[in-house]
C-alpha cells in the first residue's frame, strides 16, 4: 500500500484536512488536464480516475492515450485504477475537478460541465472533504456557482462540514518540456487551513514548486489573465500583419530585426485557436461587463484574432483572380494542418474550420491533410477531403502552410514535390524555407 490513496474523478479531488497521509483523492476528467496529474499523483498515492467517457476509460485501461500527452509505459505503470463508475467515488475525501469550460455560441461561458461535475462530487461529499476545482473561469465562478451547488448536492456547509480550493491548470498540449509536474502550480483554498492542505497536496507531486494565492479569486484570475495576455499580444501581431501587407513588406523580416532588442515582446501572427487562448478572454469579459465595464482591449484583440480566416480567404480569392485560377479546374486548395497547435492531436476550436468554411462559400474543393487527425475527423469534423500527401496524384495549385508540424518544417519528397509545384503557396506560420511563399501572416 502506497502513503495515501487518490482517486481522480473528472475534475475534483477529496481530501481529509486533519490526516493527508490517509487521504483517498478523486480527479474527475480524464482529458488533457486530468490525465496528466493522475499519473503524477499516482507516483505519491494510489490513484483512480474517472471519467463518464466509457470509450476514454477502456482505451485507457489498455495504455492508450489519444491525446499523446502520456506514453503507454507510464500508463501501465501509473497503478491508476480508471473507471466510470460513480461509486468508486464513495471511498474519496479529495476531489479535483478538471471538466472543460467552453463558451456557448454566443461567446458566453458555459459551466455546464462543471455544474453537473459539483453535483455527482456532492453526492458523494463527506464531513471533512476538499474538492479542488482546476477549471479555467471568470473570477468569483468557483465561490457563485460551484459551492452553492456542493452545499445543495450533499447538506453541507462551507468551512464548516468540506472545504474547497482552486489551483488553475497550466497544461500546455504536445508540449514535453513544460509537463505538468514542472509547472509552477498556483493554490488556493476557502480558509487558510484548507489552503495549507491543498498547497501540501500539490507540493507533492510538482517539482516545480507551489504559490499560495490570497483568495480563490485571485487565482481564478491569474488564470484567465495568462491567457488575455496572450491573446491580445497576439491580436497586435496579427494586425501589424495587415498593415506591414498592405506595405508589400513581410511581417517575419520585420519581426526578425524587432526582436534584436533585448526587451521586445517575441510575439507571432496566426491562427489562434484552442480551448485557452480563444476562449479565456471571453470568460473575463462576460464578468466585467455584468459589472458594469466593456473590456475595449481584450474584446478589439478577439474581434481582430476572429476575422484572421476572413481575411486569408479574401487575399486567397484577389490572388487567385490575378493567377487567373478562379474560374478554372485549378480553383482547389490543400491545407496542410488541422489541429490548433504544432505537434498535438487536440482540434479543440481549430481556427482550420472557420477557414475551410470560409474557402467552400466561394466553392473551392478542400483538402486537408494532418498527420495527427484521422480521415474520419477531417470528414466529420473539418467538412474537408482528407488527402494523404504521399499516394496522391492530383496536383494542387493552392497551397495552405497551417500548422507548423515538424514534418512540415523539414518536408518529406511529397510535401516538398507539392509546396514546389503549387502556384498560389500560403505560408501561415512563417516557416517555409524549401519555396518562397507567396502570402504569409
Known amino acids: 500500500m502506497m502513503e495515501s490513496k487518490i482517486l481522480l474523478i473528472g475534475t475534483g479531488t477529496i481530501m481529509k484536512l486533519n490526516k493527508l497521509s490517509n487521504s483517498v483523492i478523486g480527479i474527475i476528467g480524464l482529458g488533457y488536464v486530468g490525465l496528466p496529474l493522475a499519473v503524477a499523483f499516482s507516483k505519491k498515492y494510489d490513484t483512480v480516475g474517472f471519467d463518464i467517457n466509457q470509450s476514454r476509460v477502456k482505451e485507457l485501461n489498455s495504455g492508450i492515450d489519444t491525446t499523446n500527452e502520456v506514453e503507454k509505459s507510464a500508463l501501465l505503470d501509473s497503478n491508476i485504477s480508471f473507471t466510470c463508475e460513480e461509486d468508486k467515488l464513495k471511498s474519496c475525501n479529495i476531489f479535483i475537478i478538471t471538466v472543460p469550460t467552453p463558451v456557448d455560441n454566443k461567446n458566453r461561458p458555459d459551466l455546464t460541465m462543471m455544474i453537473e461535475a459539483s453535483k455527482t462530487i456532492g453526492a458523494y ?36 462540514d468540506f472545504y474547497v480550493g482552486y489551483s488553475p491548470e497550466r497544461i500546455n498540449p504536445g508540449d514535453k518540456e513544460r509537463t505538468v509536474t514542472k509547472i509552477i502550480k498556483v493554490t488556493s483554498g476557502s480558509c487558510p487551513k484548507a489552503l495549507d492542505v491543498i498547497d501540501t ?138 489541429t490548433f497547435k504544432e505537434n498535438c492531436p487536440d482540434i479543440r476550436n481549430s481556427k482550420v474550420k472557420e477557414l475551410i468554411d470560409e474557402l467552400k462559400n466561394y466553392s473551392l474543393e478542400v483538402g486537408l491533410y494532418d498527420p495527427f487527425v484521422s480521415s474520419q475527423l477531417i470528414q466529420d469534423i473539418f467538412c474537408a477531403t482528407p488527402v494523404d500527401i504521399k499516394t496522391t496524384d492530383k496536383k494542387w495549385p493552392i497551397v495552405i502552410m497551417a500548422v507548423n508540424h515538424s514534418e512540415f518544417i523539414e518536408p518529406n519528397e511529397y510535401l516538398r514535390s507539392i509546396c514546389e509545384n503549387a502556384k498560389l503557396l500560403y505560408d501561415l506560420k512563417s516557416v517555409i524555407n524549401y519555396s518562397k511563399a507567396h502570402f504569409s501572416l
Not at 473570477?139 to 447538506?155: D, K, M, Q
Open 201 to 338: 497536496l500539490y507540493s507533492n507531486v510538482i517539482e516545480a514548486g507551489t504559490h499560495k494565492a490570497p483568495s480563490i479569486k485571485v487565482a481564478e484570475a491569474a488564470k484567465v489573465i495568462e491567457n488575455t495576455q496572450r491573446d491580445v499580444n497576439i491580436a497586435l501581431m496579427n494586425e501589424l500583419s495587415t498593415i506591414f501587407d498592405l506595405m508589400q513588406i513581410k511581417t517575419s523580416d520585420v519581426l526578425n530585426a524587432a526582436r534584436t532588442k533585448w526587451n521586445f515582446l517575441d510575439f507571432k501572427p496566426g491562427l489562434v485557436g484552442g480551448h485557452c487562448i480563444g476562449v479565456d478572454p471571453y470568460y473575463l469579459a462576460y464578468k466585467a461587463e455584468e459589472l458594469g465595464h466593456t473590456p475595449e482591449i481584450i474584446l478589439a484583440g478577439r474581434r481582430i484574432n476572429e476575422s484572421v480566416p476572413n481575411r486569408i480567404a479574401s487575399r486567397l480569392i484577389k490572388d487567385s483572380i490575378k493567377s487567373k485560377l478562379i474560374n478554372s479546374d485549378d480553383f482547389r486548395v490543400l491545407i496542410l494542418g488541422a
Open 125 to 160: 461529499l463527506k464531513k471533512g472533504d476538499i474538492c479542488i476545482y482546476e477549471c479555467t473561469v471568470y473570477p468569483g465562478a468557483t465561490e457563485e456557482v460551484c459551492i452553492p451547488v456542493l452545499e445543495r448536492s450533499s447538506n453541507l456547509i462551507l468551512n464548516k
